[in-house]
């Protein structure tokens, strides 16, 4: 997740990572202000059947494999992992483990 904030913001952006503890879970923001990603994206993004990539601003290469992988190790974990996004404003990874 990290990464990938790096790999979709743009030289000079910000990318903020955070820790919030609940009673239940301790959730994991990893947030930037890079290009988002687009809401035709946002459903496929973690879905292995779903093969994409996207080339970053600086056109780095990509399998389309990290976010999967994320997916795969929280969800062995109890967890769950999710997306906001908004196309030029940036992302909010979050993942939840529990406690």
């Known amino acids: 997740m990290i990464s990938n904030a790096l790999k979709f913001t743009n030289n000079g952006g910000k990318i903020k990572i955070s820790a919030n503890k609940t009673i239940s879970d301790v959730i994991i923001t990893v947030s930037d202000n890079g290009i988002g990603v687009k809401p035709e ?8 059947t779903k093969k994409m990539t996207t080339p970053g601003t600086e056109n780095e290469k990509g399998t389309g494999l990290g976010l999967i992988l994320c997916k795969d190790f929280v ?5 769950k992992i999710w997306l906001k996004s908004e196309v030029g404003s940036g992302s909010d990874f979050k993942f939840s483990i529990p406690n």
């Open 41 to 48: 994206v946002l459903n496929v993004l973690f879905d292995i």
């Open 75 to 79: 969800e062995k974990h109890n967890g």
